[in-house]
């Protein structure tokens, strides 16, 4: 099972939006639609901020949100702040082959 | 609250095995799938597999077949990786997590493989 695409970095100014891709095959993102997107700070575990593509879990910021299209998904930080700088993963979990795939990771600069 | 408490760090020689625990509390063992993910120094996660702790079914990325074996025991509600025959790009962080979104994280537990 190959990883998710994402793009290794990308930047923004406080208040901007930006918006971090995941692409994958009509096997997996195209197919299913359970994407979970992942901050995680140096040092620390991940966090998950989005679920089933679309779902912030209880206590993330509103800033946060998912999407997708085909078999690409979508993470949207509008409003960027300073503790929005992060690292930021995809994955999906594919029932057919009952396994999970990442994203190589996209590191978010607020410049 | 949901919580997954890992075993402490661990250093060990090439071809040595590493068995790392977590520890679930605050909800119900059995009633969620558990998955470990490792990620080697500056580099991104990796997903290695899952157990079903109601049943102790597994499945395993094919990468790891034959080296990784995962278990669990209910009476405890802890879940265990044990890696074997390990070299020196095993060494990571490596993390338990809790269902296939990963809704709740280990706090990591760090292998060091060196001779």
């Known amino acids: 099972q190959s990883a998710l695409t994402q793009p290794a970095s990308v930047s923004g100014s406080p208040g901007q939006s930006i918006t971090i891709s995941c692409t994958g095959t009509?096997?997996?993102?195209?197919?299913?639609?359970?994407v979970s997107w992942y901050q995680q700070y140096p040092g620390k575990a991940p966090k998950i901020i989005i679920y089933g593509v679309t779902n912030r879990p209880s206590g993330v910021s509103n800033r946060f949100s998912g999407s997708k299209s085909g078999i690409t998904a979508s993470l949207t930080i509008s409003g960027l702040q300073g503790e929005d700088e992060a690292d930021y993963y995809c994955s999906t979990y594919t029932t057919s082959m009952s396994v999970v795939v990442f994203g190589g990771g996209t590191k978010l600069t607020v410049l | 609250q949901v919580q997954l408490v890992q075993s402490g760090a661990e250093v060990k020689k090439p071809g040595a095995s590493v068995k790392v625990s977590c520890e679930a509390s605050g909800y119900s063992f059995t009633n969620n799938y558990i998955h470990w993910v490792r990620q080697a120094p500056g580099q991104g996660l990796e997903w290695m597999g899952w157990?079903?702790?109601?049943?102790?079914?597994?499945n395993y990325e094919q990468k790891f077949q034959g080296r990784l074996t995962l278990t669990r025991d209910t009476s405890t509600s802890t879940a265990y990786m044990d890696l074997s025959s390990l070299r020196s790009d095993d060494t990571a962080v490596y993390y338990c997590a809790r269902s296939h979104s990963a809704d709740y994280w280990g706090q990591g537990t760090l292998v060091t493989v060196s001779s």
């Open positions: 009509s096997s997996d993102v195209g197919r299913y639609n359970l």
């Open positions: 157990i079903n702790p109601n049943n102790g079914f597994t």
